[in-house]
């Protein structure tokens, strides 16, 4: 198996997780989402809680085929109208909705260690899990990120900090913009992204672009339809199995992934050299008592794990559409 730089920690992470709840501090594309499971099994019954569907079944098809068994035997995942897992499942990846649907029907009783990644993104769902796993003391807990302010998680949750420092690869980070504070901007957007993909057409390896939302997506794609020997191919919550394999996987041909921010964290897609960041979401709001889809700046902790991206399986470069 590949080293990669949490590696060190193992032995340390293992020594201390029977004894304290713990906070695991690495760099994006450190392993974290694939290796603290593995390691946390050695101790009990595992319950992964990922902020996305797609990153529940990516990671758990990843290391069911890393350890060449059928998905579901050992490891498996729970998402809404999709279970992969029984009983004996020794690691589950769940999303939030699921893990608080099991935690009202038996307090996940069938679990020893519960690990919430990417806590970062402070989900209200998320956020709700860790606040009764802490009144009811009853597992083992683990919160990773790479952008979280450990101390202050520490003293809410009594947890011990690792941090894993280092990266395997280097990502360079270039700004597109007539000034320095320069905010993301939706206008042109399609144009702006083909204009960065032509010109980084002679790199090796594939280009990550993020986007806001479907629509910039089908923009994009309509933009780039002209591409010679590249694959354009779409990446978020709604897309088919075949347009996520064709994301996911070495392709012959360059590929250029349209992803939103389902793509920003956990998901490793191998071959990327290249990220073009727009720095816009879409983010679900509460107005009047509605709940409203609204375009949004990302955070500085969203640039930073999207520029990761590019640095998971070798030296990269991110170029930022903005100041």
Request: hydrophobic fraction near 40%; include cysteine; aromatic fraction near 4%.
């Amino acid at each position: 198996m590949t080293s990669l730089p949490i590696d060190p920690l193992k032995s340390h992470f293992l020594a201390q997780l029977s004894e304290n709840h713990l906070i695991v501090e690495a760099d994006t594309g450190s392993g974290k989402s694939t290796r603290l499971p593995l390691w946390a099994s050695e101790h009990g019954r595992v319950l992964v809680v990922e902020p996305r569907r797609i990153a529940c079944t990516s990671l758990a098809q990843f290391l069911a085929g890393q350890k060449q068994e059928r998905l579901g035997t050992s490891i498996g995942y729970a998402i809404k109208l999709d279970n992969q897992c029984d009983d004996n499942t020794q690691v589950v990846f769940a999303t939030p909705g699921v893990a608080l649907r099991w935690f009202s029907e038996n307090q996940l009783a069938g679990f020893d260690i519960i690990i919430v990644d990417e806590f970062h993104e402070r989900r209200w769902d998320s956020d709700l899990l860790v606040a009764l796993l802490n009144e009811h003391k009853r597992h083992q807990l683990v919160i990773t990120s790479a952008t979280i302010e450990g101390e202050k998680l520490a003293k809410y949750v009594g947890a011990t900090r690792l941090r894993a420092e280092g990266r395997n690869f280097d990502v360079s980070i270039a700004h597109r913009a007539r000034d320095s504070r320069q905010l993301p901007d939706a206008r042109n957007l399609e144009q702006r992204v083909k204009q960065e993909v032509e010109a980084l057409s002679d790199m090796d390896g594939d280009i990550l672009v993020f986007l806001p939302g479907r629509k910039e997506i089908t923009q994009c794609q309509s933009a780039l339809s002209g591409l010679d020997d590249a694959i354009v191919v779409p990446l978020h919550a709604s897309v088919s199995d075949s347009q996520r394999e064709i994301a996911l996987n070495v392709q012959s041909n360059k590929k250029v992934v349209l992803a939103t921010n389902v793509a920003e964290t956990s998901l490793t897609i191998p071959n990327i050299a290249a990220v073009i960041d727009s720095g816009l979401e879409r983010r679900t709001e509460q107005r009047n008592g509605k709940t409203t889809l609204s375009l949004k700046h990302i955070s500085k902790a969203s640039a930073k794990q999207r520029s990761g991206r590019a640095g998971r399986v070798m030296d990269g470069i991110c170029i930022r559409l903005y100041g």
